[in-house]
């Protein structure tokens, strides 16, 4: 496995480290990074990180294409590498995929997990016409010399497919999903006391454009209208946020309804999960039908807990549906969000809160059966 070595430590086994500028400039710069900080806590909005966003195309990565390049052809001049698998996002990844290709023609396998130009992560994309028409020319040029490509939901395959037709036969699903050794099945909390409302991971950290803001809105109204919420509702939230949004919720923190627990280790989140009687999923809305799914969700449903799932319309509406996963509430709708906290609340007194997805529904996202799908993949490329 080749990486930066902008995060992680020369102590993780099996991993190389290809020099990136970014790395450099943390470890000056950056007061957290120096000292071993999670990489939430690294990552500062400033002057730099915003020119370097807009200016380096397709991605602040590309500063450490040259060296990851020549680590890579390092490697495998030795002969033991059988195939070229690069994963996105960072879209320089797949740039360095292209070059491998020309320099060594192994089968490449270019694992596109989300969208790169139809459902864009990258914000500059959607500002940036000129930019978002140079970056589908990369795109294409990698989709056309792949020898696969792996995207992560039927939704970006489908586009795919009709965008780059004569690519259609090369174009695989192979979803994000769990690990079920991770979860060990446990019954919901009892109903009484509170509503207890856990969310893991972070919002604007993630995404820029995902906000909790509509979700604290719903809940000042909730208290405005009847103080006793602070009483019905208790919102757990799991993960680092920024400063903007731990500002936006220390009304609720000081009413008791929302409890910042902040970073913690994966095993703390996953025991959070089980202690709560509701999962949070927020996703930012788009002006398109969103095409990606958070991999949230997939830990979700191994917790087996209903999800409150505010996102736009698109893959996260549609497997929450498809699945009877719980409730899908569009993100920016403050008064349907309330609604919906309220029905939450109504089931939870009656005891009617229930999830539950079919075990053989399941298993389609356990880790061994995907890993399974993408080994086929690789062994058939291997094998031609």
């Not at 070229?84 to 270019?110: C, M, N, R």
């Not at 103080?227 to 993960?239: I, K, S």
């Amino acid at each position: 496995m080749l990486t930066t070595s902008a995060f992680g430590g020369a102590s993780e086994e099996g991993i190389l480290r290809a020099w990136e500028p970014l790395a450099t400039y943390r470890w000056l710069f950056n007061r957290e990074a120096r000292a071993g900080a999670p990489s939430t806590a690294r990552t500062r909005p400033g002057l730099l990180r915003r020119i370097g966003r807009r200016c380096l195309v397709p991605d602040v990565q590309i500063t450490w294409l040259p060296s990851a390049l020549w680590q890579a052809l390092r490697t495998l001049g030795d002969g033991k590498c059988d195939l070229i698998y690069p994963s996105f996002p960072p879209a320089s990844a797949h740039l360095l995929g292209l070059l491998l290709k020309e320099y060594t023609d192994l089968p490449w396998v270019a694992d596109f997990r989300d969208s790169w130009i139809c459902d864009p992560l990258d914000p500059e994309l959607v500002a940036n016409p000129r930019r978002s028409a140079f970056e589908a020319r990369l795109e294409e040029a990698v989709i056309r010399a792949a020898d696969a490509v792996v995207v992560a939901t039927t939704a970006v395959a489908a586009h795919l497919r009709r965008t780059y037709p004569e690519a259609a036969p090369r174009i695989e699903v192979v979803t994000n999903g769990f690990e079920p050794a991770d979860f060990t099945r446990t019954a919901p909390p009892p109903p009484g006391g509170a509503l207890r409302i856990a969310h893991t991971g972070s919002f604007s950290l993630s995404h820029p454009q995902r906000t909790p803001r509509p979700l604290f809105a719903a809940l000042e109204a909730l208290l405005a209208a009847d103080a006793d919420w602070a009483q019905r509702l208790h919102l757990e939230l799991v993960g680092a946020l920024s400063p903007e949004e731990e500002r936006a919720a220390q009304a609720l923190v000081a009413a008791g309804v929302v409890h910042l627990a902040g970073s913690q280790e994966r095993s703390a989140a996953l025991a959070c999960q089980q202690r709560a009687h509701v999962l949070l999923l927020v996703d930012h809305p788009r002006p398109w039908p969103a095409t990606n799914v958070p991999g949230k969700l997939y830990e979700y449903m191994a917790a087996e807990r209903p999800v409150l799932a505010l996102a736009g319309t698109g893959m996260v509406e549609r497997l929450v549906r498809e699945l009877d996963l719980g409730i899908f509430v569009p993100a920016d709708d403050p008064a349907a969000i309330g609604a919906a906290l309220e029905l939450l609340h109504d089931r939870f007194q009656r005891g009617a809160l229930a999830a539950r997805v079919e075990p053989r529904v399941l298993r389609r996202y356990h880790r061994r059966e995907l890993t399974r799908e993408l080994a086929r993949i690789f062994d058939g490329l291997v094998a031609a």
